[in-house]
């Protein structure tokens, strides 16, 4: 029986979005610029998606722009601040995505911007105290904070956080990918300039995301070229995956209490039985309900005695998980070292999905408990 835990890297495609996208990619795959009736018929399901994505946020339609993905969003979103309000000050931390860190990192590097990183405790919460100092003297800056962290699932106080961004007349963006579809986003309550979302994240397809801009005006045409998406990303539009994502967003959203409630009896499930293994810890917060994403649970484990890579064991074994973020398999999670974490540990990120089930959960433990004991128990080679 294969176990797929690795949904915080990308979801199964849903079913009913499955359905929603299958005409579009083999009746009415018409382009949706075309001035004829089946491409004015993709571009009203362009913007019926567009009209859904933005009653999930209780925005307006004109606020959401169609991109490939997190990565795309993020990347805009941070070009367009800095473009439109002339940001020389980026306050953002070390625990954020590659696809916000390596942005800034560049511009940094140019000399474009000053990057401030807020300071993190070992459980990775962040100064909001360090965060309003820097911003008392009105210096334009940016904040790029993300909402639910993809290795460790910590949850930041956003609220707070758009609070002190008014307050101080800052432009506040934050990735949204992990929380979208899972928890309730109120763009009329929260305020933000930017939010981004990806649609595998949440039982869409794959290559594409959509990105919230406040003032419209103001965003930066990342990707130049027609005049898609009222001149503001050129490229024509893909009109099956953006109805795959409204349909996985609308399902999400009208199923959240119910998807919610499995989901985190999953999570307390693997919790409490991994908490009888010997050396176990739990990162961040991710093992505190309230201060953490329900779909993710980070674990730190004493390295195997014989030096067996744990990943690939439980890979062996047919489970499927990670040790971080997708974007960071091939070296060492900068997560996982901005929380001074130790080195003789092994760090499994678990990820669930609503597809997920109690039956899947007792045998990883099973897995997990087998695999250390028979650990314990090898005999210890002697040499003459």
Known sequence: MNIYLDNAATTPLANEVFTAMKPFIFESFANPSSA??????????????????????????????????????????ILSAIYHHNIRLVITSRLEHYAVLNPLKSLAERGL??????????????????????????????????????????????????????????????????????????????????????AHKFHGPKGVGFLYAKEPANLHAFIKGGSQESGKRAGTENVAGIVGMAAALQHACNNQKLYETHIQSLKKRLLNGLTNLAGVS??????????????????SLPTLPDGTNLLQTLDRAGIFVSGGSACSSNHSSHVIEALRNGKNEETIRFSFSRYNTGAEIDEVVAQLNNLYRNRREQPKLRYA
Not at 124 to 132: I, N
Not at 157 to 181: M, R, Y
Not at 282 to 299: E, M
């Open 113 to 198: 911007i000053r990057l401030v990183y807020l300071e993190n405790d070992s459980k990775g919460k962040l100064s909001l105290t360090e965060l309003d100092t820097l911003l008392e003297n009105g210096e334009p800056a940016l904040i790029s904070l993300m909402h639910g962290n993809n290795e460790i699932g910590n949850l930041n106080p956003i609220l707070e956080i758009a609070d002190l961004a008014e307050h101080h007349g800052a432009i506040f963006h934050s990735d949204t990918v992990q929380t979208i579809g899972h928890i309730d986003i109120n763009t009329r309550q929260l305020a933000p300039d930017f939010l981004v979302g990806s």
């Open 36 to 77: 004829h009736a089946l491409g004015r018929y993709a571009r009203e399901a362009v913007e019926r998606s567009r009209k859904v994505i933005a009653d999930a946020l209780h925005t307006e339609p004109g606020n959401i722009f169609f991109t490939s993905g997190g990565t795309e969003g993020d990347n805009t979103a």
């Open 282 to 299: 739990f990162n961040g917060y991710s093992d505190h309900p309230d201060r953490s994403l329900s779909t993710v649970l980070s674990v």
